[in-house]
């Protein structure tokens, strides 16, 4: 994904160019990138940046005029467009639609200018006149930056890989972070993979000067957003609608034609209903399966129909399964380990998407942040596949999960679920598009905060649906909810979508054993058809059975997999040879050993 990199500290001018060069040139994931370095040998900073030609950040290192404060940049930022206004009208010279008015906005305010940013993004500022060096991050952590001290220097990356690549003694896999991993699909509390190497914590604002220690401080605390009273039911919805409507055009913004991802329920098409964009400028698409129209597929296309914009369908088929061990070799080391093989689904659509449009507009989060929705939890693989210490370490994961759910939900799954877990499918989505969502404003989030109890629901999202755009309001949701209820039919049609919702889940991903073995005596009539792909567009259990089984044996059951210390081999080979047979239905735990083999030939035996 696009980010930065750098050292700060001391060493040889050659010594750490040449690591500088490498930390860069390992975020250099696709042809349309660009990167480029500034170097201060006398301040002790080398630093470097990649991102995506003609994106927001195309324009770094960014100078002020008097060239004595710099900054680089990545990500994005929604800042209102009248505070921006207000420094042209200062005497800043700055160009438009691009990130150039950042050093601009920090001469007017100081280091308090990044309580003013909204959005994802980091960056380090270099301020001549003061000394010192800032690594910042947003609020949140999303969008993530790795860090290692040691006694000469400050290393720091927005991919752990880069820091992997010049420093060897991390090449480790931390053990109760791949516990983690494997029990929650994340790795909690700014911990990372591997020895040595940590997370910013969001909202960072790390001060670095000469012969001195970094001054480790936070610009913003959510304490500031808890505090707030709840709002009346009335006066909340008021409040959505005003804010609403004043974020949403500024995620249109920007040189870069946008697209709307396009799914089933509530959350995207609030963004299709209040977008008014003119009739066929704004194309729609939504991820397909081999089998058949998914709801998702069904609704969208409806949706978009009335909207009078255009819409594809983004197929996930025979193309990505022949793609598959490429998609997921990439997927394991552009997210630094921390997204499973399935986000080859993720890295596989995303390609897709970018010819559509380089800028993706998505309903992702919406749940999180309206409904307040925990989106992951601790479910560990089977305990015997792995050795025994690495499977008390799941056990230890459930019992720090726990204890970081406690307090304020939103705050969870503002500030600690949207990092951990969430970003690791941003990062590898956005490593192919201009990712942006709505739901992660600033103004929204803070609102959010003051939802009455009995509004965390989808109520006010379909509410808001139907003042937009009143015939969007009346097409059911993937789950048969809409803003006008019909008595009996309402009742049945959610009803139905639930059973097939399901039945779906229960013959698919996590089908029980009894049920496999079952299956498997009517695999001639290929009974999955009739459950399959109605709500979902990817099948593991059924490829890594069929399609999918040559490569499995293939990368789990040569010597070297075999022999991994954290695996017992009598028990991998019995799950794999179960699942590509037939008679079992092993794909979670596919899931993870295959993503673990990944991480070790990526990362720990990286040359």
Same mark, same amino acid.
């Given at each position: 994904m696009?980010?930065?990199?750098?050292i700060?500290?001391?060493?040889?001018?050659?010594?750490? =160019?040449?690591?500088?060069?490498?930390?860069?040139?390992?975020?250099?994931?696709?042809?349309?990138?660009?990167?480029?370095?500034?170097?201060? =040998?006398?301040?002790?900073?080398?630093?470097? %940046?990649?991102?995506?030609?003609?994106s927001?950040?195309?324009?770094?290192?960014?100078?002020?005029?008097?060239?004595?404060?710099?900054?680089?940049?990545?990500?994005?930022? %929604?800042?209102?467009?009248?505070?921006?206004?207000?420094? *042209?009208?200062?005497?800043?010279?700055?160009? /438009?639609?691009?990130?150039?008015?950042?050093?601009?906005l920090?001469?007017?305010?100081?280091?308090?200018?990044?309580?003013?940013?909204?959005?994802?993004?980091?960056?380090?500022?270099?301020?001549?006149?003061?000394?010192?060096?800032?690594?910042?991050?947003?609020?949140?952590?999303?969008?993530?930056?790795?860090?290692?001290?040691?006694?000469?220097?400050?290393?720091?990356? /927005?991919?752990?890989? /880069?820091?992997?690549?010049?420093?060897?003694?991390? *090449?480790?896999?931390?053990?109760?972070?791949l516990?983690?991993?494997?029990s929650?699909?994340?790795?909690?509390q700014?911990?990372?993979?591997?020895?040595?190497?940590?997370?910013?914590?969001?909202?960072? $604002?790390?001060?670095?000067?000469?012969?001195?220690?970094?001054?480790?401080?936070?610009y913003f605390?959510?304490?500031?957003?808890?505090?707030?009273?709840?709002? $009346?039911?009335? @006066?909340?919805?008021?409040?959505?609608?005003?804010?609403?409507?004043?974020?949403?055009?500024?995620?249109?913004?920007?040189?870069?034609?946008?697209?709307? $991802?396009?799914?089933?329920?509530?959350d995207?098409?609030?963004?299709?209903a209040?977008?008014?964009?003119?009739p066929?400028?704004?194309p729609?698409?939504?991820?397909?399966?081999?089998?058949?129209?998914?709801?998702?597929?069904?609704?969208?296309?409806?949706?978009?129909?009335? $909207?009078?914009?255009?819409?594809?369908?983004?197929?996930?088929?025979?193309?990505?399964?022949?793609?598959?061990?490429?998609l997921?070799?990439?997927?394991?080391?552009?997210?630094?380990?921390?997204?499973?093989?399935?986000?080859?689904?993720?890295?596989?659509?995303?390609?897709?998407?970018?010819?559509?449009? +380089?800028?993706?507009?998505?309903?992702?989060?919406?749940?999180?942040?309206?409904?307040?929705?925990?989106?992951?939890?601790?479910?560990? +693989?089977?305990? #015997?596949?792995?050795? +025994?210490?690495?499977?008390?370490?799941?056990?230890?994961?459930?019992?720090?999960?726990?204890?970081? !759910?406690?307090?304020?939900?939103?705050?969870?799954?503002?500030?600690?679920?949207?990092?951990?877990?969430? @970003?690791?499918? %941003?990062?590898?989505e956005?490593?192919?598009?201009?990712?942006?969502?709505?739901? %992660?404003?600033?103004?929204?989030?803070?609102?959010?905060?003051?939802? +009455? @109890?009995?509004? !965390?629901s989808?109520?006010?999202?379909? *509410? !808001?649906?139907? #003042?937009?755009?009143?015939? !969007?309001?009346?097409?059911?949701?993937?789950?048969?909810?809409?803003?006008?209820?019909?008595?009996?039919?309402?009742?049945? *049609?959610?009803?139905?979508?639930?059973?097939?919702?399901?039945?779906?889940?229960?013959?698919?991903?996590?089908?029980?054993?009894?049920?496999?073995?079952?299956?498997h005596?009517?695999?001639?009539?290929?009974?999955?058809?009739?459950?399959?792909?109605?709500?979902?567009?990817?099948?593991?259990?059924?490829?890594?059975? #069929?399609?999918?089984?040559?490569?499995?044996?293939?990368?789990?059951?040569?010597? =070297?997999?075999?022999?991994?210390?954290y695996?017992?081999?009598?028990?991998?080979?019995?799950?794999?040879?179960?699942?590509?047979?037939?008679?079992?239905?092993?794909?979670?735990?596919?899931?993870?050993i295959?993503?673990?083999?990944?991480?070790?030939?990526?990362?720990?035996?990286l040359?």
């Open positions: 696009p980010g930065i990199a750098g700060v500290g001391t060493g040889s001018r050659c010594e750490n =160019e040449h690591a500088l060069t490498l930390m860069v040139n390992c975020m250099m994931h696709e042809p349309f990138y660009v990167s480029g370095t500034y170097i201060n =040998e006398e301040f002790g900073l080398w630093l470097g %940046f990649v991102n995506q030609e003609g927001f950040a195309d324009c770094l290192p960014i100078w002020n005029e008097k060239r004595d404060i710099c900054i680089l940049f990545s990500g994005e930022d %929604f800042t209102d467009q009248t505070d921006i206004d207000v420094l *042209r009208r200062h005497g800043h010279e700055f160009g /438009s639609e691009d990130a150039s008015y950042l050093v601009h920090y001469e007017e305010m100081g280091c308090e200018f990044l309580g003013k940013l909204n959005g994802w993004f980091s960056g380090v500022l270099v301020d001549f006149r003061e000394q010192k060096c800032v690594l910042f991050n947003d609020r949140y952590g999303v969008n993530r930056i790795y860090y290692h001290e040691d006694a000469r220097s400050f290393y720091f990356s /927005s991919e752990a890989k /880069s820091l992997l690549k010049i420093l060897p003694g991390t *090449r480790q896999l931390n053990l109760r972070s516990g983690e991993l494997l929650s699909d994340a790795v909690l700014n911990r990372s993979l591997f020895s040595g190497i940590s997370l910013l914590p969001g909202g960072s $604002s790390w001060v670095f000067s000469r012969g001195e220690a970094v001054k480790k401080k936070a605390k959510p304490e500031v957003w808890e505090s707030q009273p709840e709002l $009346s039911g009335s @006066a909340f919805y008021e409040r959505l609608k005003e804010t609403w409507t004043r974020i949403l055009p500024k995620y249109f913004r920007g040189k870069q034609p946008a697209g709307l $991802s396009l799914t089933g329920g509530v995207s098409r609030l963004i299709l209040w977008a008014q964009r003119p066929g400028m704004l729609c698409y939504t991820w397909g399966g081999k089998y058949r129209d998914c709801a998702d597929v069904k609704i969208a296309r409806r949706a978009a129909r009335i $909207s009078h914009q255009p819409h594809k369908t983004i197929l996930v088929g025979d193309d990505f399964l022949s793609q598959f061990p490429e997921a070799a990439r997927t394991t080391y552009i997210s630094d380990g921390t997204m499973d093989v399935t986000g080859s689904i993720d890295l596989y659509v995303q390609r897709q998407a970018r010819q559509i449009a +380089p800028v993706r507009l998505s309903g992702v989060c919406g749940g999180e942040i309206l409904r307040r929705l925990v989106m992951f939890k601790p479910d560990p +693989p089977q305990e #015997d596949l792995f050795d +025994p210490e690495l499977a008390r370490s799941f056990r230890d994961a459930a019992i720090t999960y726990a204890s970081e !759910l406690q307090g304020h939900r939103l705050s969870f799954t503002a500030f600690k679920q949207a990092p951990w877990y969430m @970003a690791s499918k %941003f990062t590898l956005r490593s192919q598009i201009t990712y942006r969502t709505p739901y %992660f404003d600033n103004d929204l989030i803070a609102l959010a905060y003051q939802t +009455p @109890a009995h509004l !965390l989808n109520d006010p999202a379909i *509410r !808001l649906i139907a #003042d937009g755009n009143q015939a !969007l309001g009346k097409i059911g949701t993937d789950r048969g909810i809409a803003s006008r209820s019909i008595p009996g039919i309402t009742y049945i *049609r959610h009803a139905y979508q639930e059973f097939t919702f399901k039945a779906e889940y229960a013959y698919d991903y996590r089908m029980p054993q009894w049920l496999a073995r079952l299956d005596i009517f695999a001639p009539l290929h009974l999955e058809r009739l459950f399959i792909g109605r709500h979902k567009f990817h099948h593991f259990r059924v490829w890594y059975r #069929d399609e999918l089984s040559r490569h499995l044996k293939e990368m789990l059951l040569d010597s =070297e997999a075999r022999s991994r210390p695996l017992r081999a009598h028990s991998l080979e019995k799950i794999v040879k179960a699942h590509t047979n037939g008679y079992r239905n092993y794909a979670f735990e596919i899931h993870k295959l993503t673990l083999e990944l991480i070790q030939r990526k990362f720990v035996e040359n």
